[in-house]
């Protein structure tokens, strides 16, 4: 999925020391996790989360996912 590879690049562009894993999975389901905190589930809001979102994941003090 082109989307879930952009989230998983924009991650890591601005936390390259996270760990991203995308899982090929069915039934549209994409979660982003924190720490084992669900911070953002696809299947839950029926969209991908946008850039401002992804941001939001990222701690900006420690740049860590």
Do not use: M, Q, T
């Not at 996790?33 to 589930?41: E, M, Q, V, W, Y």
């Amino acid at each position: 999925e082109p989307r879930a590879r952009r989230v998983r690049e924009l991650i890591h562009a601005l936390a390259p020391k996270a760990v991203c894993e995308l899982i090929p999975g069915r039934g549209g389901v994409f979660e982003v996790n924190r720490d084992g905190a669900l911070l953002f589930s696809k299947l839950a809001s029926g969209r991908f989360p946008d850039d401002d979102e992804v941001r939001g994941f990222v701690d900006p003090r420690a740049r860590v996912l």
